[in-house]
């Protein structure tokens, strides 16, 4: 899952299936900053196998060329 701050909020904009990389976003705007997070999507080893979340990533930021 990829979210994209603007303004002070996160929206997500995309979720990859599993294994995918790289991803690009095309849909940007010149000049523009662009501040990313990502997270996974899991399935434990614990018993009884359970499915959840990973912790965002920490964001980093680029600006639009």
Do not use: H
Request: net charge positive.
């Amino acid at each position: 899952e990829v979210k994209l701050k603007q303004a002070s909020e996160w929206t997500m904009i995309t979720r990859l299936p599993s294994n995918k990389a790289p991803w690009t976003n095309t849909d940007l705007t010149s000049w523009n900053t662009y501040a990313y997070k990502v997270r996974a999507y899991f399935k434990s080893g614990a018993t009884p196998n359970t499915w959840g979340f990973s912790s965002w990533s920490n964001c980093d930021d680029a600006i639009a060329p």
